[in-house]
């Protein structure tokens, strides 16, 4: 099943508590007993953790943040909409990767949780102003970020493919690297950094990013010639922005595969959670948790889940 047909389906009730209503743009609190796992229908999501390792408990008791969150009662999430990590259903409610993700964390911590949505370009700032205690939002660890916050362990490798349209003559990399190619990225992405480095010779600007997998309608509106997008979403993308129909290119040429292979995709980048600088105890909690993560290959279940959702 489709994440298109998943949107749509109001019984699909994902992970998270949907029964105690997680926070819409805007951030809504929850309220009532936490229910960390919800299965319904069809979809049956990988649980989040069961049993609480030693490890994962002993660093996440007390220290830094850690106190405040718990005093609070409550795990204040940043997300960035980014199926299938972050997305909201068509009554508001969270689904995705992030979202069980941000569920597992708060029970591990024995408090309820809220998720707030940002655009990507000021995620970075809710750490600082204290808006917000992590951000859970596909993040790439770059080295811009990392002056303004700390980053855990990383958890996933996203790499970015270039859109264009179908009927167009680009076919390779090189194609688009010149002069007369228009390229738009979204304001805050680190895509602009990656089309400096393959396409530098191409007219790059950016454009405000709310929430869209593609600035498909600035291909579609003959203003650009090429933009970059989530590899895992290709198959989203082609049906969501289908006036005009597009084509994937990768480091190997257009993209005839239903998904891009490793070696296809540009730059994957390392994908972490966002923690505020400085914050020693805040940080072990989170990297411990990551760990456990990795080691038990329950992130590894999550996103072949959530990634199977994308196929039409």
């Known amino acids: 099943m489709s994440l298109k047909q998943v949107k749509k389906r109001s019984a699909f009730i994902v992970i998270v508590g949907l029964s105690f209503g997680l926070g819409a743009c805007g951030g809504s609190d929850s309220s009532g007993s936490v229910e960390y796992n919800v299965k319904m229908g069809d979809f049956t999501p990988p649980s989040v953790v069961e049993d609480i390792s030693e490890t994962v408990a002993a660093a996440c008791k007390s220290g830094g943040l850690i106190d405040e969150i718990k005093e609070r009662g409550k795990l204040n999430w940043a997300i960035g909409i980014s199926p299938p990590f972050g997305f909201k259903l068509e009554d508001g409610t969270w689904a995705g990767v992030e979202a069980q993700s941000a569920a597992e964390l708060a029970k591990i911590l024995g408090v309820d949780f809220s998720i707030v949505d940002y655009s990507y370009?000021?995620?970075?700032?809710?750490?600082?102003?204290?808006?917000?205690?992590?951000?859970g939002a596909q993040l790439f660890a770059t080295d811009t970020r990392k002056e303004v916050i700390d980053f855990s362990t990383p958890y996933y490798q996203a790499?970015?493919?270039?859109?264009?349209?179908?009927?167009?003559?680009?076919?390779?990399?090189?194609?688009?690297?010149k002069p007369e190619v228009r390229f738009v990225f979204g304001t805050g992405t680190a895509q602009g950094d990656?089309?400096?480095?393959?396409?530098?010779?191409?007219?790059?600007?950016?454009a405000p990013?709310?929430?869209?997998?593609?600035?498909?309608?600035?291909?579609a509106a003959g203003q650009a010639d090429s933009s970059m997008g989530e590899a895992?979403?290709?198959?989203?993308?082609?049906?969501?922005?289908?006036?005009?129909?597009?084509?994937?290119?990768?480091?190997?040429?257009?993209?005839?595969?239903e998904r891009a292979t490793q070696e296809e995709m540009i730059d994957p980048f390392d994908v972490a959670f966002g923690v505020r600088k400085g914050d020693a105890a805040w940080k072990g909690c989170v990297d411990a948790w990551v760990e456990d993560l990795l080691t038990s290959k329950r992130i590894n279940a999550r996103l072949d889940?959530?990634?199977a959702q994308l196929e039409i």
């Open 121 to 135: 370009d000021v995620l970075p700032a809710t750490l600082a102003a204290g808006t917000v205690d992590i951000i």
């Open 232 to 257: 895992a979403a290709i198959q989203v993308i082609f049906t969501k922005y289908s006036e005009p129909k597009l084509a994937a290119i990768g480091k190997n040429g257009r993209i005839t595969g």
């Open 194 to 206: 990656l089309a400096k480095k393959y396409t530098p010779k191409a007219t790059i600007s950016e």
């Open 305 to 307: 889940y959530w990634l």
């Open 159 to 177: 790499g970015q493919l270039y859109f264009v349209r179908e009927d167009s003559a680009f076919q390779t990399i090189d194609d688009l690297n």
């Open 209 to 219: 990013l709310r929430g869209q997998l593609l600035m498909a309608d600035f291909i």
